[in-house]
Every structure is written in C-alpha cells, then in structure tokens.
C-alpha cells in the first residue's frame, strides 16, 4: 500500500543528543518535504527536496540538515538537540500534481 | 509574502448542521489550494485539491470552492457529524516550491 512513514513517532531525548528523524515513502513522488508545527500553529517549512541529491531549505530557519540519497528516503538530522527544537515535525511527499501527502509525525521533547 | 487566513478559528456546532470553513490568502497568483484535515498529535489527511484553473471540487459531503480573484475559498461540510471534529487547514500553493499554511479552524461537532 502506497503511504509515507515516520519513525519515531515520539521521541524523548536530553539537550545536546544527535538525533535523526527517518521518512520514507511509497508513493513513487519525488518531491519530499519536512514541515515543523507548534501546537495549534500554522506548519513551517524547513527543507524540501525535489529528487535525489537535491536538498534546499525552506522558510523557517532551522538547525537540522537533510539528504537524498534515495528517492523514498528523506532523513532530517538535528547534530545537538536543544529545548528549543521540541516540536512535532511533519514529513510529507507530492508527485507531478502537487498534491502534497502527509506522514503522522514525530513529536519531538528535548529536556 | 503570501499570507492565509482562516477564520473562525474554532466552530462549535450540533451534529447535523451544514457548516462553512473559510480560508482567504492575499497573493492570487496561486497554482493550486488544498484543503487537509488534522486530527490530534496526528499528521494531515488530504481532503481536497483545487487546481488554479477549477472553481471548486466535491468529495462525498465535502465541497470546496476556490475565487482567485477575490482570494478565497471555502469548504462546505453537509450534514456533520461527531467524527467530523477535527481541526481543518487550507493550503495554498504560489509556485512549485512555496506552500503556505493558515492556521486552521478547529471543528468540535457535539453530538
């Protein structure tokens, strides 16, 4: 079945750990986007990418890095969290239409 | 900068009742609208998508116009229902890369 998956969906972790927030998708879209969301926010967008070794950076100035290296794979990596990236973040992919496709997120809480 | 607009910013309605959503942006020089539906701590589920060139779109008991040039859309929701609460947002796309959130109405049908 054709979905976008997000894994962890909840993750707990202390200020200066690396963590990398996996998304990965099936759709066969090469468009993939990673959003961040503050309760009751609108969504920000922090990087996209529109194929395979291709990464840009969105709106909100963010801390994280992306990569492509696969078409269905689009990893987000924060090198040092810190209380001020706790947040859930939205991973999402579009094909030629632009219709953009949403995974359930991680809910990310640094202490 | 494109901005978007969604008023009200929470609705509270009995079951039954037909209910409009509103979403205004202020760039009409769009590509394409989406509207998506949030549910708690979750991702985006798409609902809708107007092209720029289509004037509205039906899904079931859903239906959603678009006006360019007066930078609105609306969602019309027949008939609610209690798993109809949820929090709606319209999307607006400007060109291939700049999509840009309001930040929802929360819907709460009471039963």
């Known amino acids: 079945e054709a979905d976008i998956y997000q894994t962890p969906r909840y993750l707990v972790i202390g200020t200066g750990k690396k963590i990398t927030l996996e998304c990965s998708q099936t759709m066969g879209h090469d468009k993939m986007y990673w959003y961040q969301q503050d309760p009751g926010m609108e969504l920000h967008l922090i990087h996209y990418?529109?194929?395979?070794?291709?990464?840009e950076k969105g709106d909100l100035s963010s801390e994280s890095t992306v990569s492509r290296i696969r078409t269905e794979h689009f990893p987000l990596t924060l090198e040092s969290a810190r209380p001020s990236h706790t947040s859930q973040y939205l991973c999402?992919?579009?094909?030629?239409?632009?219709?953009?496709?949403f995974g359930p997120g991680t809910r990310l809480t640094v202490t | 900068k494109q901005e978007v607009t969604q008023i009200p910013a929470a609705l509270s309605v009995p079951e039954g009742e037909n209910l409009v959503l509103n979403c205004s942006f202020t760039?009409?020089?769009?590509?394409?609208l989406q509207w998506f539906r949030q549910d708690p701590g979750k991702g985006l589920t798409s609902l809708l998508l107007?092209?720029?060139?289509?004037r509205e779109q039906t899904s079931g008991r859903l239906n959603a116009s678009l006006d360019k040039s007066s930078g609105r859309s609306t969602l019309y929701i027949a008939a609610s229902q209690p798993g109809d609460s949820a929090t709606y947002l319209c999307?607006?796309?400007?060109?291939?890369?700049?999509?840009?959130f309001g930040a929802g109405t929360r819907l709460t049908v009471k039963p």
């Open positions: 107007i092209q720029s060139s289509q």
């Open positions: 999307a607006v796309r400007h060109n291939n890369n700049d999509m840009r």
């Open positions: 999402a992919s579009s094909g030629l239409g632009y219709e953009q496709y």
């Open positions: 760039d009409s020089a769009i590509y394409n």
């Open positions: 990418s529109y194929g395979v070794n291709s990464t």
